[in-house]
Each structure stands twice: as structure tokens, then as C-alpha cells.
């Protein structure tokens, strides 16, 4: 069973852990499920989600060869920002979907799901690898903040968006 780099953080909080794609992730800490849903829903909350794939495109040209990709603009993609996109097969239907987000100097990182991490790198590389560079990004966190107040909680640790 694969851990995240935030794994012990997660033991001393009290969290429940419980295997998902791979990996021991925690469920619920003592509050409960439900206490920890409704924050969410009426603030915000903070979720490891290290465990999805991480991987990072670059080289001339990168957004026009993603874009053969996927069914959605990533050439005019505003550099920091990110943008839903799925992987789609040559009848159109869905293989995966991921998240894009344009990190400028032809280079983007996309966040794939865990349990299809693999077939997506792979996916990637047989079908853009010779156009530009792909890479996994390796034992790195990653931190999803959701909710209607996230935008004011990152504002208060980040002041300069």
C-alpha cells in the first residue's frame, strides 16, 4: 500500500485510513463525516489528494499538441490557470478527464486521476512523447481546497492572486 507524503500528518489528526487506488488515504478524522461534509459545503476544506497523478508537459508547441488531445482550448489556456479536460478516443467518447493548467514557457501540468494515472502517462506518451517532454511528477503533495469560502481562506495565506 502506497502513502502520501502527508501520510503521518494524517495519523496524528486521528484519521481513519482506508485503501483508494493504491494508496492508504484518510476517509473521516474523529469530528465525523458528516460535520466534515457540512463545513466543507458551507466554508471550506482542505483534502490530500497526492494521490492522483501528477504530470508535467513541455516543449515548443506543447498546447496545440495537447489539444489533439482533448476536446477544449488549451492553446489560448491564460497562463496560471487551469482548465477541466478529457482525454477522448478517436470516436469521441471519454477516457479519462484531467485538469490543465498552463505554467507558461511552453510547459503544463495536468493532475489525472489515481486509478488511471498510469494508462493516462502512457496514454500521453504514445500519443504527443515525440512532439514534447512528459514527465511524472514524483513525491510531491497535493492539496485540493474546496468549498464556497476557499477563495477567502487562500486570499488570507496568499494575499497577491
Known sequence: MLTTSLHQMHLDAGAKMVPF??????????LGIKKEHIHTRNNAGLFDVSHMGQIKLTG???K?????MVPVDIIDLPL???RYALFTNEDGGVIDDLMVTN??????????????K?????????????DCSVEFV???ALLALQGP?????????????
Open 80 to 82: 496560471m490557470k487551469s
Open 103 to 116: 505554467l507558461g514557457n511552453d510547459s503544463l501540468f495536468l493532475v489525472v486521476n489515481a486509478a488511471c
Open 60 to 62: 515548443k508547441g506543447v
Open 138 to 140: 514524483q513525491d510531491m
Open 149 to 161: 469560502k476557499s477563495f477567502a481562506v487562500l486570499k488570507r495565506l496568499a494575499p497577491v492572486v
Open 118 to 130: 498510469d494508462a493516462d502517462f502512457e496514454h500521453l506518451k504514445r500519443k504527443i512523447g515525440n
Open 64 to 68: 496545440a499538441a495537447l489539444e489533439t
Open 21 to 30: 487506488a493504491g494508496y492508504e488515504m484518510p476517509v473521516n478524522y474523529p
